[in-house]
T-cell receptor, first 111, second 115 residues
């Protein structure tokens, strides 16, 4: 079983829709959670970083963590064509430096 | 903003060549990482370094080595390139290891083709 599972998609939605991207993980030792956005031919760019259960909001983006279910989500409100990218979740254990990445979900926002 | 710079965006080399990929970060980060990214396999850690002249193997170190002679620079070396090393290579850095769980910041990658 992979340590973190992420549906690779592809996911295609119309502009303005609310997008939900999800990851599940297997080990409760993972305590820190990140979302990266990767445009084509570019490196991953950090979007959100959180360590507590609950929601963290940044503009149109909301990261949600449910440690009891080992489930993390990224919501994008009022999605724009510029949000079209691959979104990767990443998790890390307390005290560790190595990130464990999901496979990434390819998202397309259609005008 | 953190800047991680990889020396080449695209590189084409031949089987058996020794290949050097260079990475420089400008934020005085202690930790540096090399990954490869392949379709369907995601990001896989090759090597990382916590300090100058220090290195640790990641999940797929075979066929690779690294060098960290200066804090800001981390090099990935393919000792004898093979076609199965054709991939996107990504360098990343993060803050001091005592500040655990710091997010990593990535460069834009080197797309390496081995012919």
């Amino acid at each position: 079983q992979k340590e973190v599972e992420q549906d690779p998609g592809p996911l295609s939605v119309p502009e303005g829709a609310i997008v939900s991207l999800n990851c599940t993980y297997s080990n409760s030792a993972f305590q820190y959670f990140m979302w990266y956005r990767q445009y084509s031919r570019k490196g991953p760019e950090l979007l959100m970083y959180t360590y507590s259960s609950g929601n963290k909001e940044d503009g149109r983006f909301t990261a949600q963590v449910d440690k009891s279910s080992k489930y993390i989500s990224l919501f994008i409100r009022d999605s724009q064509p510029s949000d079209s990218a691959t979104y990767l979740c990443a998790i890390v254990r307390q005290g560790a430096q190595k990130l464990v990445f999901g496979q990434g979900t390819r998202l397309t926002i259609n005008p | 903003d953190v800047k991680v710079t990889q020396s080449s965006r695209y590189l084409v080399k031949r089987t058996g060549e020794k290949v050097f990929l260079e990475c420089v970060q400008d934020m005085d980060h202690e930790n540096m990482f090399w990954y490869r990214q392949d379709p369907g396999l995601g990001l896989r850690l090759i090597y990382f370094s916590y300090d100058v002249k220090m290195k640790e193997k990641g999940d797929i170190p075979e066929g690779y080595s690294v060098s960290r002679e200066k804090k800001e620079r981390f090099s990935l070396i393919l000792e004898s390139a093979s076609t199965n090393q054709t991939s996107m290579y990504l360098c990343a850095s993060s803050w001091d290891r005592s500040y655990s769980n710091q997010p990593q910041h990535f460069g834009d990658g080197t797309r390496l083709s081995i012919l």
